[in-house]
Structures are given as C-alpha cells and as structure tokens.
C-alpha cells in the first residue's frame, strides 16, 4: 500500500530558506501535492507537481520531485514567521481521489 | 462563499457516550471525506463517500459509523467502541480538477476531547 513519510520537525532562521522532504513508496503516484497547516485550522493546499515533471515554482515556493528515488521537497525562498505551520506532502495514486498523506513537518521559523 | 463547515469547533465528550462531528459543504463535490489528525501520525482516512448513499471504510473505520443522506452532508459518529477517540478531525471534499489533478478542500477542524 502507499506510505509516505516526512521528517517531524525542522527550524529556520528567518530571511533563510527552508527545505521540508518526503517520501513515498506508490511508484503509481500521479499527483503530489504540499498542504500547509497553520494553528487551530484545516489545511490549504500550496502546490501541487505532476508525477513526469521535475520541477514546478510558484513565487517562493520550488517544489522538486525525484521520481527514481521517490522524493518530494518544498523548498520556501526567504522564509517568514507567517510560514510558521505544519507542512504535509499528499500523493494520489492507484487511481480514484483518494490521497494518502504524510506525517506533517513542524515548521518553526525564528527571528 | 463556497466552503466546507465543520461543527462544532471543540467537542467535549464522557466516555461511553456517542458523538456526531458535522460537516457540510456548498461545493456541489460529490466525494467527502474524514481523516484523523494524531500528532507524529500525519492524516489517517476514516470514511469517505464518493457519491450519496454510499460510503466506505477507511484506514481507521473501527469505532466510527458514517451516512451520506444528502450530497452536501457527511456526519461522522464517534461511537463509544472507539477506543482512543480524542483527537483532531478533519473533513473534505475532494474534486478532480481540469489537469485530471485531485484537490481536496478541508474544513477548520473538530477538536474532539474524551474526559
């Protein structure tokens, strides 16, 4: 079955960039996607990529995406207080709407 | 404006009692969907629905009963064989969007505390 897993816990400086990974194991994923969560709230979704692309940007946000290895990261440029959240990578796979979703990464930027 | 509402937003609940978390959307979706949130355990499917008056188990069914009587409405009853019920609850409504590309739409969140 898919699983997909991220590291817990990551912390920048803020000005610096910063770098959330994950990785999945469904070699069938279609879609992958980057939710962020911020407290008390659902999640809004940032970004997604395609399974035959490399990689998408969208302003601050890089998404690359290592296909052989099955690799996923967010990269945030400049980053702010206001990222400060809980970053899931979703994938889609097999088919159907059904996404499955990793462990979430703590974001907490400083000053 | 369009959305998902979940209700209410904290949830108090005796043990060995039921409790039914709302969710409704506006979106005209057809798929719904709930997840629990545990902390270190990412998003874990309970139900979902793709189509009124029909729905079915997740990851996580046990302890939990659904029902998709209308399209922009999927409760979910926390029954008392729920043995770990405290956490927090997120639904969503998933549409395919133009690309083929999936994207879910989630509500605010139910915190649910046993006490």
């Known amino acids: 079955g898919e699983d997909v897993e991220q590291s817990l816990f990551l912390s920048v400086r803020e000005g610096d960039s910063s770098v959330i990974n994950c990785t999945y194991t469904d070699s069938s994923s279609t879609y992958l996607y980057w939710y962020k969560q911020e407290p008390g709230a659902g999640l809004q979704l940032l970004t997604y990529?395609?399974?035959?692309?490399d990689m998408k940007q969208d302003q601050r946000l890089t998404v690359l995406l290592n296909k052989k290895d099955k690799h996923l990261s967010l990269r945030i440029a400049d980053t702010q207080t206001g990222d400060s959240a809980i970053y899931f990578c979703?994938?889609?796979?097999?088919?159907?709407?059904?996404?499955?979703f990793g462990t979430g990464t703590q974001l907490k930027v400083e000053l | 404006d369009g959305g998902i509402t979940q209700s209410p937003k904290y949830l108090f609940r005796k043990e060995g009692q039921n409790v039914t978390l709302s969710c409704e959307q506006n979106l005209n979706h057809d798929a719904m969907y709930w997840y629990r949130q545990d902390p270190g355990q990412g998003l874990r499917l309970i139900y979902y629905s793709q189509i009124v008056n029909d729905f079915q188990k997740g990851d996580i069914a046990e302890g939990y009963s659904v029902s998709r009587e209308k399209k922009e409405s999927f409760p979910l009853t926390v029954t008392s064989a729920q043995k770990n019920p405290t956490a927090f609850y997120l639904c969503?409504?998933?549409?395919?969007?133009?690309?083929?590309?999936?994207?879910?739409?989630f509500g605010q969140g139910t915190r649910l505390t046993v006490v």
């Open positions: 990529i395609f399974s035959n692309m």
């Open positions: 979703a994938e889609e796979a097999g088919g159907g709407n059904k996404l499955t």
């Open positions: 969503a409504s998933i549409v395919q969007g133009g690309n083929l590309d999936t994207e879910a739409f």
